[in-house]
């Protein structure tokens, strides 16, 4: 070969590397997510569409006005579900033009329509349309729940014009660092409702409410003993207890019963020490004197957001009426959406009536009786407000006297954060809250309830049933 | 059969038969744990396709049986939404009766690892608990079929109820919790390419690769033929 031919030759092969012709595709980082900017806008922002999309034009940005995208999916804001930390090395493909201008790529949040750069590249641009390859490292680039994360482009020297269509050159794209979390995150909450009596709400037995507005508080016995140290007002020994063994905690009630005197648990001190918050009252010495005998009562439940819950939530309470249960069983074949048939049953015995109220409880469904027979009830109108509205063989059911006087409202019921039944207030079929919490924290909250018996109330066993929800704010 | 109803009125209005002070006093406190981790709430579908969310539910803090039922309580009218599992009736040992329980699903007390768990039982996940570590975790599929003639563009809200119960409960009140699950499905076009590009340093050598390689042939080429000419001339 002679020096012509090799010249020609490192002339082509120059040429060929200067004038590439056309991409091939490439995988982006696993466990990292891409932003594609866009020409779409929301308010006064552009969009950037989470995992795939484009835009129809190219965007230009003057020396003048900066030009913010914001997180989006599928051509609608996507705010961030949780505190999220994306600090790190975001991957920047630009493809962009600009005689002599400068294009600065900040990637940061947005709040309240607010952009705050958390780190950017510049990255000067050439007249012809070119894609640009860079890095942006982001610091402190915490993004909080319902903020967004957001880009802003600015241009220096001279306007710059983005290609968002990637019709001849590649997209213009974010990916966010292969550490950062997924955007917009995963909601956890865990919600624990510690019942120190292991048996529901317990109210004990009541009187009728007369005009001495009979009321109790859920006053479970959970430990009794004797005082066996010296005489104290808020400390209580007892050498043969297991306070700590027997899960006695802060928030329950101890009550001498001795003097008649009641106090909260402040701190369980050892197996056989406790004291209170403050000193014992309503008794007659209001002290723990040796000898003197006392109970501790759950007085309350226990609420607990779990620390990995990450999101800001409201603690909440509703409650169904209660009432008395006339029968229950399981339904035998041949029950239907009209008709429960239980061969244990003894419908008319137990005195169940037209009129009264039948329970699927298996799938949540009701109806009213319209005709008892000893192992059958009829209820023409038939099963409604349940999953599947019949009594399959196998279904629980229940069956309830339909008049009032055979039912409480929940509005008799109260809760309160505190053991004092003053300001407590009443319960609803609907949601009420009782506190917030704070994401990311363990929070705990003692609730108390008290229940009140209407007059003319029949006496018997009333059931119902509260709900507690921790949601997100 | 259980009789409760009484003929006459009485003083005495019994709210629930309590247990024995002793008894309690040694049982240790129920702690009924709802716990969830809901991951994505914004969803793609293509019309005449379907699609799927994930609601995790685990239990690390209690020591009961959560027994959970899902419904959707909301979701677009020609829209069908089909929670998996389905509710389905299971048959539980409790306290030596046989008691039936309509549940989708149940999640029991398992403890929680500071590392990955790589023994997985079937149908379960290790979740990564935040602050925590990890957990095993049973998953509920919120599947979502949208019919073809849906337009594009549309963004339909789903709303799904849970309820968390216990067994065991002999109160006046049992204890029960609820959570709402949204998620947002937007319909979108089919997306028949996708060309997700490594960044480079303004020119990316490997992008241009097949078109370098065709020009080193090309080059080759006219060389070979060059010389061949040259030598022909000069022959």
Request: aromatic content about 8%; proline content about 4%.
């Amino acid at each position: 070969m002679t020096k012509r031919s090799i010249a020609v030759a490192l002339a082509l092969l120059l040429a060929a590397l200067a004038f590439p012709l056309a991409p091939s595709p490439v995988m982006a980082n696993p466990g990292s997510q891409p932003w594609y900017l866009t020409d779409f806008t929301s308010g006064a922002d552009y969009l950037m569409d989470r995992g795939s999309g484009n835009g129809g034009a190219e965007v230009t940005i003057t020396t003048t006005t900066p030009i913010v995208w914001v997180a989006s999916l599928s051509g609608t804001d996507e705010a961030s579900n949780i505190v999220l930390d994306m600090s790190g090395d975001w991957s920047v493909t630009l493809s962009a033009k600009g005689n002599k201008a400068n294009a600065t790529v900040h990637i940061g949040t947005l709040s309240g329509g607010s952009f705050t750069s958390k780190g950017s590249t510049t990255q000067a641009l050439t007249a012809n349309l070119q894609s640009w390859g860079f890095t942006v490292t982001t610091t402190d680039h915490s993004i909080a729940a319902g903020d967004y994360l957001a880009a802003q482009i600015s241009a220096t020297g001279a306007d710059a014009v983005i290609d968002v269509l990637g019709a001849t050159n590649s997209d213009s794209y974010i990916i966010s660092p292969t550490a950062a979390p997924d955007y917009p995150g995963t909601v956890t909450i865990s919600f624990t409702v510690t019942d120190y009596g292991s048996a529901g709400i317990n109210f004990g037995s009541l009187d009728p409410n007369t005009s001495d507005n009979a009321e109790t508080d859920q006053g479970a016995t959970f430990d009794t003993g004797s005082h066996t140290g010296a005489d104290s007002s808020t400390v209580l020994i007892d050498s043969s207890a297991t306070f700590q063994t027997d899960g006695v905690a802060p928030g329950m009630t101890v009550v001498n019963t001795t003097d008649g005197s009641s106090g909260t648990v402040s701190t369980v001190d050892s197996e056989t020490q406790l004291t209170l918050a403050s000193a014992l009252t309503g008794g007659s010495d209001n002290t723990f004197q040796s000898g003197d005998s006392y109970i501790i009562q759950s007085g309350a439940v226990k609420l607990t957001v779990g620390a990995e819950t990450n999101v800001n939530c409201s603690i909440q309470i509703k409650g169904d009426a209660l009432a008395i249960t006339i029968a229950s069983g399981t339904a035998d074949s041949g029950s239907s959406s009209t008709t429960l048939v239980d061969a244990d049953g003894d419908f008319v015995t137990n005195g169940v009536q037209v009129d009264d109220i039948v329970i699927n409880a298996t799938d949540s469904s009701t109806a009213t009786i319209t005709a008892v027979a000893a192992t059958q009830l009829t209820f023409s109108g038939g099963l409604s407000g349940g999953s599947d509205n019949t009594f399959q063989t196998g279904d629980a059911y229940s069956v309830r006297e339909a008049s009032p006087a055979y039912t409480i409202d929940i509005g008799n019921a109260k809760w309160d954060t505190d053991s004092d039944v003053t300001g407590a207030t009443a319960m609803t079929g609907t949601y009420a809250q009782i506190t917030t919490s704070t994401a990311g924290s363990l929070t705990e909250q003692a609730v108390w309830h008290w229940l009140t018996v209407p007059s003319g109330q029949v006496a018997g066993d009333y059931t119902g049933m509260f709900y507690y929800q921790a949601i997100q704010q | 059969m259980k009789l409760i109803r009484v003929g006459l009125p009485i003083l005495i209005f019994t709210l629930l038969l309590a247990s024995p002070a002793v008894a309690l006093a040694q049982e240790e406190p129920a702690k009924y744990n709802f716990a969830t981790a809901q991951g994505a709430s914004n969803l793609q579908v293509i019309p005449g396709t379907e699609t799927k969310g994930v609601i995790y539910f685990y239990n690390i803090d209690g020591n009961r049986i959560t027994h959970i039922s899902l419904e959707v309580v909301e979701a677009p009218d020609n829209w069908e939404v089909e929670i998996d599992p389905p509710l389905h009736d299971i048959e539980v040992s409790f306290g030596g009766d046989i008691i039936t329980v309509t549940e989708n699903l149940h999640a029991e007390p398992t403890e929680l690892s500071s590392e990955e768990i790589e023994d997985v039982p079937e149908g379960m996940v290790s979740l990564a608990i935040p602050n925590r570590g990890y957990a095993l975790a049973q998953p509920a599929y919120i599947i979502v079929r949208v019919p073809e003639s849906e337009d594009v563009g549309v963004t339909g809200a789903i709303k799904i109820n849970a309820v968390a119960e216990w067994l065991g409960q002999t109160g006046a009140a049992a204890i029960g919790q609820t959570r709402d699950f949204d998620f947002s499905v937007r319909t979108v076009y089919e997306i028949t390419e996708e060309q997700i590009i490594t960044p480079g340093e303004g020119f990316d050598t490997g992008k241009w690769l097949p078109w370098i390689i065709l020009g080193v042939v090309a080059i080759v080429a006219i060389a070979s033929i060059s010389a061949l000419a040259l030598r022909r001339r000069e022959g």
